[in-house]
């Protein structure tokens, strides 16, 4: 793996784990063993190393769905809350829910890429949703906006509500999200 893809997910981690403005260059250098200024050639500023580990994530959730794409919206929506199982299992919480508190404090190339993520996740969800109620697999009475814009909020809050808690939400709101629709 590179230098440049070691600084990403190494930022990747410790934004999900304990922030964005929690950690700097300093952090990130120390514990790659590398100076500071090799951070720095990389990624000129902390926003730019920011924006490289959103841009991570929307171009893993892209070859997620493409993979996904033959499967039905039922094993699509059960896959996209494996990744959120998947990421309450190391105690961490997704990079929306470790952003978005900060939104408004982030460069603006953070925040652009934060809004494009976003809607990429939730128009991909609302997809799913209505391919899934066509077909009659999936069954929801409010619009397929609605239950899209829930489903991601319910799995945002419960993993923070895992590392506040210690407890598994994450468990009971995936749970829960199927018991509603399938």
């Known amino acids: 793996m590179s230098t440049k893809s070691t600084i990403i997910n190494l930022a990747d981690r410790l934004i999900r784990k304990n922030g964005y403005h929690a950690f700097s260059y300093a952090d990130i250098?120390?514990?790659?063993k590398i100076k500071n200024a090799a951070v720095h050639y990389h990624f000129p500023t902390k926003g730019d190393l920011g924006a490289a580990v959103?841009?991570?994530?929307?171009?893993?959730?892209?070859?997620?769905i493409k993979q996904w794409g033959v499967d039905s919206p039922k094993t699509q929506?059960?896959?996209?809350l494996n990744i959120y199982s998947s990421i309450g299992s190391?105690?961490?919480?997704?990079?929306?829910?470790?952003?978005?508190?900060?939104?408004?404090s982030l460069p603006v190339v953070m925040q652009e890429s934060l809004t494009k993520a976003s809607n990429e996740i939730?128009?991909?969800?609302?997809?799913?949703?209505s391919q899934g109620k066509q077909e009659g697999s999936l069954h929801f009475i409010e619009p397929v906006e609605e239950r899209a814009d829930l489903i991601v909020t319910s799995l945002l809050a419960s993993l923070i509500l895992n590392k506040?808690?210690?407890?598994?939400i994450l468990k009971?709101?995936?749970?829960?999200?199927?018991?509603?629709?399938?």
């Open 29 to 32: 250098a120390s514990r790659l």
């Open 54 to 64: 959103i841009d991570k994530s929307r171009s893993q959730f892209q070859e997620s």
């Open 77 to 80: 929506l059960e896959n996209f």
């Open 90 to 104: 190391q105690h961490l919480v997704c990079f929306m829910g470790a952003l978005g508190p900060s939104f408004d």
């Open 122 to 129: 939730r128009v991909w969800l609302q997809n799913i949703l």
């Open 164 to 168: 506040v808690s210690g407890e598994d």
């Open 172 to 182: 009971n709101t995936s749970n829960s999200i199927k018991k509603h629709l399938i």
